[in-house]
């Protein structure tokens, strides 16, 4: 797969025009690593001025750039979410994290739910601390991935100790109906909550089936969004029939749409095949 360049300033204009247009209010800007971008803070200004929030998440490797926006923007408009996992935490770091507080997260393993790189600063005060549900992108990765099930048994345990802590998992699992009404019904967010772009405007349902072209919905930047949304493509994401779960005596079976249709695709090769993170393994 040969890389796509970095978006250009004049057509993240253009994607943030469409965005604000169509009543979006935030946007997740993904890598990669975004710090490597030469404009970033024109980037992130430009949907500041859009009335769009932006997250951005980062691997933390140029500290003295994330210095440099977290002084600049305010943090109701640009949230920076700072990727722990494994990653040794130098000063330069800690003293970041002290000072600007940005929201932290990790990837949950089963070989160990919480990293001591988190560990250390997950009691401070204004602290936000947010738990991932591991992806598997193969079926090598499942050695290393918790069930849906231990993952939430084990996020509920490390909340009932610290309350600023929540978990990200995708809404196929548990929806959120309540705040989301528009996952009544929905098997998968992809393409009604949520939609990912590639720097050149390629649009798909997840950032999951970026670069499969069964699953490219459009160009946002040259395409009329409408269009793109109404893409047969979403068809399935969009029509809950039932869980296929194996596992029918699991706490969240009733609730739950099944897991992550992208990731059964990739490791099973089926979009309606039970997420392998609970079936393939014991509960």
Do not use: W
Not at 134 to 158: E, G, N, V
């Amino acid at each position: 797969m040969s890389p796509v360049p970095d978006i250009a300033i004049s057509d993240f204009e253009r994607l943030t025009d469409i965005l604000a247009g169509k009543g979006i209010e935030e946007i997740d800007i993904l890598g990669g690593e975004p710090t490597l971008h030469p404009d970033l803070r024109s980037l992130i200004e430009i949907a500041c001025e859009k009335g769009l929030r932006v997250s951005m998440s980062t691997n933390g490797s140029d500290i003295q750039s994330l210095i440099s926006l977290s002084e600049i923007f305010d943090r109701n408009m640009l949230t920076i979410g700072l990727s722990l996992n494994d990653k040794l935490i130098d000063n330069s770091m800690a003293s970041y994290v002290h000072v600007h507080k940005p929201l932290l997260k990790s990837v949950c393993a089963s070989d160990r739910f919480l990293p001591e790189s988190a560990a250390s600063f997950i009691a401070m005060p204004d602290i936000r601390y947010y738990a991932i549900f591991m992806d598997t992108l193969h079926s090598s990765d499942l050695r290393q991935s918790l069930s849906f099930p231990q993952f939430y048994r084990k996020l509920q345990d490390l909340r009932d100790k610290h309350e600023n802590i929540e978990g990200v998992y995708c809404a196929c699992f548990l929806p959120d109906i309540d705040n989301y009404p528009l996952l009544e019904g929905i098997r998968c967010p992809a393409g009604t909550t949520k939609l990912s772009v590639m720097p050149d405007g390629s649009a798909y349902p997840c950032y999951l089936l970026f670069r499969r072209p069964e699953f490219k919905l459009g160009n946002i930047l040259i395409d009329d969004i409408d269009q793109i949304l109404k893409n047969p493509a979403l068809a399935f994401f969009r029509h809950f029939k039932k869980n296929n779960c194996l596992n029918s005596a699991c706490e969240h079976f009733s609730r739950c749409r099944g897991g992550c249709p992208a990731i059964s695709l990739m490791v099973c090769g089926d979009l309606n095949a039970p997420d392998p993170r609970c079936c393939q393994q014991q509960l």
